[in-house]
């Protein structure tokens, strides 16, 4: 079995909550990403926890009673030295407007690649990559001008082999 870990974006938690795995219909996927997270397969970063508790609703009340063990700090030089490589290579590319550059710098996209890129863990996102993107910059695209693994939710769960019976 691999030992990889996988980190996951806000959508995996907002799309899940509001949609296919709400927490009414789907308690064992809630129950599974705690598991995982405990045996330490799955994280986020603290600025996606900052984005969900932002919410007043069951997921931010989940996150912060549930899961919150399971946010990594950003602060360490490996992920700064990773961010500022990241945020380089963006405002370098004329592809992206300007607004597209400034919310991707104000949000946690950068930081959760840039986490990904230095811990060498998988990113979990719901993003496709785009080339024409311009108003916004994709997390996938990013991923692949680093070399950073990406998935998308329903394939970390078959990797991590999770079954709801």
Request: aromatic share 12%.
């Amino acid at each position: 079995m691999s030992s990889d870990v996988y980190v996951l974006d806000a959508n995996v938690f907002i799309e899940a909550s509001r949609r296919y795995y709400a927490f009414d219909l789907a308690p064992g996927f809630w129950s599974s990403l705690i598991q995982h997270a405990k045996d330490s397969r799955i994280i986020s970063i603290d600025r996606i926890k900052q984005e969900l508790e932002r919410g007043k609703d069951e997921l931010a009340e989940w996150v912060k009673h549930d899961f919150q063990e399971a946010f990594a700090s950003t602060h360490d030089a490996d992920i700064l030295d990773s961010y500022r490589n990241i945020m380089s290579w963006v405002n370098s590319h004329s592809q992206f407007s300007d607004a597209a550059k400034a919310d991707f710098a104000s949000g946690a996209d950068g930081w959760l690649i840039a986490f990904a890129q230095a811990k060498t863990c998988i990113v979990v996102t719901h993003e496709v990559p785009s080339a024409e993107a311009k108003r916004k910059v994709p997390i996938p695209n990013i991923c692949m001008a680093f070399h950073v693994p990406f998935i998308d939710t329903f394939e970390m769960l078959r990797r991590l082999r999770v079954k709801f019976v």
